[in-house]
T-cell receptor, first 112, second 109 residues
C-alpha cells in the first residue's frame, strides 16, 4: 500500500518564476491538505481540497493556488515566487475529512 | 498570541528519563488534537491522538484538558530513538489544522 507521494523532491527556482508541486494521496484517502514548513518552524496550513474543491484556506496570498483531480491527486501552484517562499512543502492526505493525516516526504523548494 | 503554543526546546535528557511536553491552544472551539513526531529533514508522522479521557500507547501518554485548553505528552523511559521534534496539532472548526512550532528532544546515552 503506497503512502503519500510527492514530486519533485527538490526544486530550485528564481524569483518571479512559477512552480507546480504534485501529490498523490494514500490509497483510500479523498482529502488532501498542503502545508509550508520553514526551517525551524512547524508546518503552516495552506489549504485543503476535498471533492475537487478548496474547502478551507490558511493565511496565504492568492499566489498560492491548487487543484484536486478526480483521482484525488492534487497540485500546488505558486506564482511570482519570492525568496521567502523557500521552504519544505508538505502534502497530507486523510479520509472523509480532516482527522488523522498522513504526510508525504515533501518537496524542498529553494528560491534564489 | 499564537493559536498553538508549545514549550520552547530543546529538552536534553538522559536515557531512561521521563520527559513531559506541554501545549496550549487559543480556540475553544477546537475539536481534535494530536501529537506528531518529526525527525530531522523528514515528514511529520502521527504519534497519537489526544482524547479528553487521556490515552496511553506504551511509553507515551497524552492528556487533554479542554477547560484549560491544554494538551500534554509524557514520555517514560526515554530511548535514544525518541530524539526528534514533537509537534502539537489542533484541528479547529472548518477543516483548518494548526501546528505548534514543535519542541526538540535530545536523548543522550
Amino acid at each position: 500500500d503506497a503512502g503519500v507521494t510527492q514530486s519533485p523532491t527538490h526544486l530550485i527556482k528564481t524569483r518571479g518564476q512559477q512552480v507546480t508541486l504534485r501529490c498523490s494521496p494514500k490509497s483510500g484517502h479523498d482529502t488532501v491538505s498542503w502545508y509550508q514548513q520553514a526551517l525551524g518552524q512547524g508546518p503552516q496550513f495552506i489549504f485543503q481540497y476535498y471533492e475537487e474543491e478548496e474547502r478551507q484556506r490558511g493565511n496565504f496570498p492568492d499566489r498560492f493556488s491548487g487543484h484536486q483531480f478526480p483521482n484525488y491527486s492534487s497540485e500546488l501552484n505558486v506564482n511570482a515566487l519570492l525568496l521567502g517562499d523557500s521552504a519544505l512543502y508538505l502534502c497530507a492526505s486523510s479520509s472523509r475529512g480532516w482527522n488523522e493525516q498522513f504526510f508525504g516526504p515533501g518537496t524542498r523548494l529553494t528560491v534564489l | 498570541r499564537k493559536e498553538v503554543e508549545q514549550d520552547p526546546g530543546p529538552f536534553n535528557v538522559p536515557e531512561g528519563a521521563t520527559v513531559a511536553f506541554n501545549c496550549t491552544y487559543s480556540n475553544s472551539a477546537s475539536q481534535s488534537f494530536f501529537w506528531y513526531r518529526q525527525d530531522c529533514r523528514k515528514e511529520p508522522k502521527l504519534l497519537m491522538s489526544v482524547y479528553s479521557s487521556g490515552n496511553e500507547d506504551g511509553r507515551f501518554t497524552a492528556q487533554l484538558n479542554r477547560a484549560s485548553q491544554y494538551i500534554s505528552l509524557l514520555i517514560r523511559d526515554s530511548k535514544l530513538s525518541d530524539s526528534a521534534t514533537y509537534l502539537c496539532v489542533v484541528h479547529t472548526g472548518g477543516f483548518k489544522t494548526i501546528f505548534g512550532a514543535g519542541t526538540r528532544l535530545f536523548v543522550k546515552a
